[in-house]
């Protein structure tokens, strides 16, 4: 197990790591390293908050999420019901940029929350 603090603008956190999490971080936890920290906030009445750590990466390492609709041969039907199945899906909770091809070109749309039983619905589409 590992105690880090790590800090941002707005001050400095503590987080508890343990050993997978710590091993799977390999380099990242290096000073003056920018990383991104998975994990769960544990609040107690008599301590300040700390993060309970799943994961820690670099920054880097963190890949947009895309998911690219081929609507190259879409009836405009399709399309519609496309267009208000991404309008539906976006939120506070988005996951997934969304982006569409056309042809050879590509073009980006917004974004949505985007899982398995959503993944089902654009299917249909």
Request: proline share 2%.
């Amino acid at each position: 197990m590992a105690f880090i603090t790590i800090e941002d603008l707005y001050g400095t956190a503590e987080v508890i790591a343990f050993e997978n999490a710590v091993i799977n971080a390999g380099k990242s936890l290096i000073e003056e390293n920018i990383v991104i920290v998975d994990g769960r906030l544990s609040i107690r009445e008599d301590a300040d908050a700390t993060i309970i750590a799943n994961e820690i990466k670099d920054l880097g390492e963190e890949q947009p999420k895309v998911v690219t609709f081929d609507i190259t041969n879409f009836s405009e039907e399709q399309k519609d019901k496309l267009r208000n199945a991404i309008k539906y899906f976006s939120g506070d909770k988005n996951n997934m940029n969304v982006q569409v091809k056309i042809g050879d070109e590509i073009k980006p749309c917004g974004a949505i929350y985007y899982n398995d039983e959503i993944k089902k619905i654009f299917d249909e589409i």
